[in-house]
């Protein structure tokens, strides 16, 4: 039986959610691709169908992870620094930090994708300018961009390697503290 092209967009964007979800929270390089394909309710048989391999995968997971991440900065207009500083709490949450599933990529699968093919470096490094970009365009500044990417995304990944709650939330409370300072009195525009 043939299935249409909505049919295939459909199984492959339900593949790499899935799959992407499962690699946040259990780490790509160490899961199979059963696991992967299972995560979604698929074949390893079906996973081949839409990736060459398992490289094809984690390019194709890291590109659609990061611009779902981009989306959740769609509704925040330039100069909004209280929609940003909303964007800022929802990351700098014990939520995301509790759920990695469900979060960004950054911090559940960078030291994983630093290892990686110099394709999926390749596809990181777009999707991550492109996301450096959009802060730059709410911000005004590429050294605040980076500054709060860098801070939320590593107190995110220090937050969970942590044993405590209470380190956990003394942590993202801080670096979102500094987050909002930042965005309150952002160097002069670049």
Request: aromatic share 6%.
């Amino acid at each position: 039986m043939r299935y249409s092209k909505e049919h295939k967009d459909q199984i492959r964007q339900q593949l790499l959610s899935k799959s992407g979800s499962y690699a946040k929270k259990h780490g790509f390089a160490a899961t199979g691709v059963d696991a992967l394909a299972g995560a979604a309710g698929l074949t390893t048989g079906s996973l081949y169908k839409h990736f060459d391999n398992k490289t094809a995968l984690f390019s194709a997971l890291i590109e659609a992870e990061l611009d779902r991440t981009l989306h959740r900065f769609a509704n925040v207009k330039p100069g909004d620094t209280d929609a940003m500083l909303k964007a800022l709490a929802s990351y700098l949450s014990m939520q995301h930090v509790r759920s990695p599933e469900s979060g960004c990529p950054l911090p559940s699968l960078t030291a994983e994708i630093a290892q990686s093919t110099d394709d999926v470096r390749a596809v990181f490094e777009t999707g991550v300018l492109q996301f450096k970009n959009v802060l730059k365009e709410l911000t005004g500044s590429d050294t605040t961009a980076w500054t709060l990417i860098a801070q939320n995304v590593g107190a995110v990944m220090i937050a969970r390697a942590m044993s405590h709650d209470s380190v956990k939330r003394e942590i993202v409370n801080a670096v979102r503290a500094a987050g909002a300072n930042l965005l309150v009195n952002t160097p002069d525009k670049e």
